[in-house]
């Protein structure tokens, strides 16, 4: 009696496992990405808070009384001309002129430097007149917001700094110029948040 043949269900199964490409510099780009969606949602609970609390003065000066909107204007355009000078440093990067590049950098940390010494000057002076946090929940809320934004602009301004010494070590490779870009990401992040800022807070503030 011949023995039965082995059923084709019961043979081996060998599968090709193929690699997926990684594109080098994805996982960076993602993870900066999923950072700045967070940033964005901080940034929307501190504008809903302040929408919530703009009201509360308790007895106390309003935007009206505090706010100097052409000193505030002056500060605005200094981020938005750093803004634009960072995006020369990116037209300069994609050409490989290094020493453009790091020149528009500089210029584009001055008008940064520039927009912090504004603001920590009106800090001061609200401080001075007595307009300090715990005055009211209004003054709270208004540090509260704009001290962060100034808290970014600050780690932004020294993110910008680290990346000129490294670009001066190292010239414009493939990782310096990834991390210009995700800086120029969150740079430009941080100008469209101070227009929120200057529209809502400020301009509306005085105007209400």
């Keep these: 009696m011949s023995s039965a043949a082995t059923p084709a269900s019961d043979a081996p199964v060998f599968f090709e496992l193929n690699e997926h490409p990684h594109p080098e510099g994805h996982s960076t780009s993602l993870g900066f990405w999923i950072y700045l969606m967070s940033d964005c949602l901080i940034f929307a609970v501190l504008f809903a808070t302040f929408a919530v609390l ?3 003065f308790a007895a106390g000066p309003g935007p009206r009384e505090l706010f100097d909107l052409p000193l505030v204007a002056l500060n605005t355009s200094m981020l938005l001309l750093s803004s634009i000078t960072y995006g020369f440093a990116m037209l300069t990067m994609e050409k490989d002129r290094v020493a453009a590049t790091q020149a528009w950098l500089a210029i584009t940390a001055l008008f940064g430097i520039a927009f912090l010494s504004i603001e920590l ?32 602009v600050t780690f932004g301004t020294i993110w910008l700094f680290t990346l000129m010494v490294q670009v001066k070590q190292r010239g414009l490779v493939a990782g310096n110029k990834r991390r210009l870009m995700c800086l120029s990401m969150f740079w430009h992040f941080l100008d469209v948040v101070w227009i929120g800022v200057f529209t809502f807070v400020y301009l509306m503030g005085v105007l209400r």
């Design 121 to 152: 000057y009106e800090f001061h002076h609200l401080i001075v007149e007595g307009a300090t946090p715990q005055r009211s929940a209004f003054l709270s809320a208004f540090f509260v917001l704009v001290g962060t934004h100034g808290l970014h």
């Design 54 to 56: 703009s009201g509360s």
